[in-house]
């Protein structure tokens, strides 16, 4: 079936640094999502990205948080400066429409802030 | 936004017997209720969802009900096999697909 792709599977940074999270959506796909899971509990909504915008955003997109999809390429989510509770499962996920369609999950990337 | 109760966090069942997953929402605006699977290591996958025009919905040994009026809905599994061990999610979304998800539940089906 449909594949979202995340590189890398898991990253070490040192707090403060800068990281940038890459997610390979399903190709025919136009709606794009971050979610954040901390270990043993349900992922959480960061941002949802459609048409070059983010749409929509929760409490939890810091400001040290962005996003972006240049040119229809990877669809990024990157943290400047990291803080060591940005320590997660980032998980990316996109769907082809805007409502009550299914929503495709990437295996995550393991962010270790430290 | 969308606070979503699930219950419970963990459940234990003999194979072949039914199991039962519980959820909550409070936003009478979420109209779309989707469930995932996740194993160990991999990505949550779909694995069965409901509109909020529907009550219920079955697919291969999975039933879904939804009760509006009291904001909740569950899913159950009849027969289960070992291989439906996994940790659970249900999920409400009331726009643009954003899915508020529930704290989940670890199933374990025993031989």
């Known amino acids: 079936g449909p594949k979202v792709l995340q590189i890398p599977s898991h990253q070490i940074i040192d707090m403060g640094q800068m990281v940038t999270l890459n997610c390979d959506p399903v190709s025919n796909h136009l709606y794009f999502y971050w979610y954040k899971q901390i270990l043993g509990q349900q992922m959480e909504f960061l941002v949802n990205f459609y048409n070059g915008k983010v749409m929509e955003k929760s409490k939890l997109f810091k400001d040290q948080f962005s996003v972006e999809r240049p040119d229809g390429s990877y669809f990024t989510l990157k943290i400047q400066p990291t803080a060591l509770e940005d320590s997660a499962v980032y998980f990316c996920?996109?769907?082809?429409?805007?409502?009550?369609?299914?929503?495709?999950f990437g295996k995550g990337t393991r962010l270790t802030v430290v | 936004g969308e606070q979503v109760e699930q219950l419970p966090s963990i459940l234990r069942v003999q194979e072949g017997s039914s199991a039962s997953i519980n959820c909550t929402y409070e936003?009478?605006?979420?109209?779309?209720f989707p469930w995932y699977k996740q194993e160990p290591g991999e990505n949550p996958k779909l694995i069965i969802d409901i509109r909020s025009n529907m009550e219920r919905k079955q697919t291969q040994g999975l039933i879904v009900l939804l009760d509006k009026k009291a904001k909740r809905f569950s899913l159950h599994i009849t027969d289960t096999q070992p291989g439906d061990s996994a940790m659970y999610f249900c999920a409400a979304s009331p726009n643009y697909n954003v899915l508020y998800f529930g704290s989940g539940t670890k199933l374990t089906v025993e031989p």
């Open positions: 996920a996109s769907s082809l429409g805007a409502a009550n369609t299914e929503v495709f």
């Open positions: 936003n009478s605006a979420s109209n779309y």
